[in-house]
């Protein structure tokens, strides 16, 4: 695991790691001499997502329509990405059905929701309830 990989190495170390919330992340990772930066990205505003989508759209050779920018806010460019391929191998008629199960699946792995699964599997594990 990163942690013990991060105590055995020496000497001047650059490390550059991503992960979809810090809520999730290991406390002792997010200790002090640990990390000297934590930078929080924000998803692509509208101009990006244009940007994104024409390129995905021209990479997989699909006609991606511009109102898609409107629809996607709040995505993320493996987001856009995933969308271009579902247009390619299935069709662009189906992406309001692929925009929505994002959606759903975001919701899903929002802080929220993971701090109430943390939560309700300590209380488990308080009962001794195996899940």
Avoid at 87 to 92: D, P
């Amino acid at each position: 695991d990163m942690l013990n990989w991060m105590e055995q190495i020496s000497g001047v170390q650059t490390l550059l790691a991503t992960a979809n919330t810090t809520t999730a992340m290991d406390p002792a990772l997010l200790r002090s001499g640990r990390f000297d930066d934590v930078w929080e990205v924000d998803a692509p505003g509208p101009t990006w997502r244009q940007a994104i989508l024409d390129h995905y759209a021209h990479k997989f050779a699909v006609n991606l329509d511009n109102l898609l920018v409107t629809a996607t806010e709040g995505f993320v460019p493996s987001d856009l990405k995933g969308l271009a391929e579902v247009a390619h191998a299935i069709g662009v008629d189906v992406l309001d059905v692929e925009i929505a199960r994002i959606r759903r699946q975001r919701d899903l792995y929002s802080d929220a929701a993971v701090e109430a699964f943390v939560q309700q599997h300590q209380l488990n594990k308080r009962r001794g309830i195996n899940v």
